[in-house]
């Protein structure tokens, strides 16, 4: 009910934050440019009682003023580089598996040990607070990490009857440095911040940023079709 919904119905976040350049001890985290986004979940109840989470994720860069960037000056390299978007999901199959025995790629499910779900819960400020650590499939770059909180009323969260609670997050991501970057074995990586909010249908995605998804990924605009 925080992430997505227990109807089995395509369910957007929209977000946006600042990306950092993290170099060393020395060097304070240095900020690159922002980005805005959404993400898109689908749960899915299985036969086995447990859930299937997928979904699809359309993030695109902007300058520190808030401008659509297409080319970025890269300080570190003084290379001029062509700027990618972050557009990652799938249907079916190629989600997460969820239970009470942790959450797991669905292709490894049968693979990787059972891990008591946790969740750190928080109440503070008629606020229930949701504390969550993001599992990765295994073998991706390093490093990578994201802790996210999600935020909810109390007497929303109370009511059984709501199957999807509005909910607001902010989390913190680190990541290895963008492909686009091209900043080949620099040592480094990058720091992510985001906050966002569930939507209640695509239409409430900021009217610019729905536009460009819409024409540039109207394939990821919907999970239920796939």
């Known amino acids: 009910r925080m992430m997505a919904s227990l109807d089995e119905v395509d369910v957007p976040w929209w977000y946006n934050g ?7 001890e020395e060097q304070n985290p240095q900020a690159l440019f922002t980005f805005e986004g959404m993400e898109l979940y689908l749960v899915t109840h299985l036969d086995d009682g447990t ?4 979904g699809n994720t359309v993030t695109f860069f902007r300058d520190l003023e808030g401008n659509w960037m297409e080319e970025y000056v890269n300080p570190f390299t003084g290379k001029t580089n062509v700027v990618g978007v972050a557009v990652q999901g799938g249907g079916p199959g190629r989600g ?4 009470v025995h942790g ?3 669905t292709k490894l499910r049968d693979q990787i040990p059972d891990a008591p779900l946790k969740k750190w819960w928080s109440v503070a400020a ?6 969550n650590d993001t599992v ?7 490093p990578r990490a994201q802790s996210q909180t999600m935020f909810v009323g109390v007497e929303a969260f109370n009511n059984s009857e709501i199957l999807s609670l509005p909910a607001v997050f902010s989390s913190t991501v680190t990541m290895p440095w963008l492909e686009w970057l091209d900043m080949d074995d620099r040592p480094g990586h990058l720091l992510w911040h985001a906050a966002g909010a569930k939507l209640k ?11 460009r ?6 394939e990821r605009m919907a999970v239920t079709r796939q």
């Open 51 to 54: 859930f299937e989470l997928t």
């Open 126 to 131: 008629n606020y229930v607070w949701m504390n």
């Open 96 to 99: 997460f598996n969820l239970s």
């Open 18 to 24: 600042t990306v950092y350049a993290v170099l060393g």
């Open 136 to 142: 990765y499939p295994p073998g991706l770059s390093t």
């Open 103 to 105: 959450v797991r790629p």
């Open 201 to 211: 249908a695509i239409n409430e995605l900021p009217a610019e940023y729905r536009k």
């Open 213 to 218: 998804a819409e024409t540039e990924y109207p």
